[in-house]
Protein backbone atom coordinates (compact mmCIF):
# COMPACT_ATOMS: atom_id res chain seq x y z
CA UNK A 1 0.00 0.00 0.00
CA UNK A 2 3.04 2.58 0.84
CA UNK A 3 4.37 1.70 -1.71
CA UNK A 4 1.43 2.52 -4.51
CA UNK A 5 0.61 5.69 -2.11
CA UNK A 6 4.50 6.64 -3.09
CA UNK A 7 3.78 6.14 -7.02
CA UNK A 8 0.52 7.87 -6.87
CA UNK A 9 2.09 10.94 -5.03
CA UNK A 10 5.31 11.25 -6.51
CA UNK A 11 4.34 10.22 -10.73
CA UNK A 12 7.68 9.14 -12.27
CA UNK A 13 8.98 8.21 -8.87
CA UNK A 14 11.13 4.90 -8.94
CA UNK A 15 9.90 2.53 -5.71
CA UNK A 16 12.27 -0.10 -4.82
CA UNK A 17 10.78 -3.46 -3.72
CA UNK A 18 9.80 -4.53 -0.05
CA UNK A 19 12.23 -5.73 2.21
CA UNK A 20 12.06 -7.34 6.04
CA UNK A 21 13.18 -4.99 8.69
CA UNK A 22 12.66 -4.82 12.91
CA UNK A 23 11.78 -2.02 15.05
CA UNK A 24 13.13 -2.54 18.05
CA UNK A 25 12.70 -6.09 18.01
CA UNK A 26 9.07 -6.03 16.02
CA UNK A 27 8.80 -7.18 12.31
CA UNK A 28 9.22 -4.01 9.92
CA UNK A 29 9.21 -3.16 6.42
CA UNK A 30 11.04 -1.00 4.40
CA UNK A 31 11.33 0.24 0.70
CA UNK A 32 13.86 2.94 -0.89
CA UNK A 33 12.70 5.47 -3.22
CA UNK A 34 13.75 8.01 -5.32
CA UNK A 35 11.80 10.84 -6.52
CA UNK A 36 12.78 14.84 -8.33
CA UNK A 37 15.72 16.24 -6.06
CA UNK A 38 15.55 13.34 -3.19
CA UNK A 39 16.23 9.78 -2.43
CA UNK A 40 14.23 8.15 0.38
CA UNK A 41 13.32 5.51 2.77
CA UNK A 42 10.39 4.64 4.78
CA UNK A 43 9.87 2.00 7.24
CA UNK A 44 6.31 0.94 8.60
CA UNK A 45 5.29 -1.46 11.44
CA UNK A 46 2.48 -2.16 13.27
CA UNK A 47 2.23 -1.91 17.29
CA UNK A 48 -0.76 -2.49 19.33
CA UNK A 49 -3.58 -0.97 17.27
CA UNK A 50 -1.16 1.81 15.36
CA UNK A 51 0.46 1.72 12.52
CA UNK A 52 4.19 3.99 12.83
CA UNK A 53 5.75 5.30 9.74
CA UNK A 54 9.31 6.59 9.53
CA UNK A 55 10.96 8.22 6.59
CA UNK A 56 13.61 9.71 5.58
CA UNK A 57 14.72 11.99 2.43
CA UNK A 58 17.67 13.44 1.64
CA UNK A 59 19.24 14.83 -1.44
CA UNK A 60 20.66 12.11 -3.45
CA UNK A 61 24.11 13.15 -2.74
CA UNK A 62 23.69 13.37 1.03
CA UNK A 63 21.51 9.97 1.46
CA UNK A 64 24.34 7.80 1.89
CA UNK A 65 26.32 9.43 3.96
CA UNK A 66 23.74 10.36 6.62
CA UNK A 67 22.35 7.06 6.79
CA UNK A 68 24.45 7.07 9.99
CA UNK A 69 21.59 9.15 11.37
CA UNK A 70 18.38 7.11 10.28
CA UNK A 71 20.47 3.93 11.67
CA UNK A 72 20.46 5.77 15.05
CA UNK A 73 17.33 6.75 15.39
CA UNK A 74 15.94 2.74 14.46
CA UNK A 75 18.28 1.65 16.74
CA UNK A 76 17.12 3.69 19.96
CA UNK A 77 13.62 3.45 19.40
CA UNK A 78 12.02 1.83 22.28
CA UNK A 79 8.03 0.99 22.27
CA UNK A 80 7.68 1.70 25.77
Keep these: AGQDQTRDSYPGSRVGALAPARLDGA ?3 R ?7 AQARQLGAIH ?9 SAKPGAFERRMGSLDGVLRSWRWD
Design 31 to 37: YDFTRAG
Design 27 to 29: PAA
Design 48 to 56: GDHVYLITY
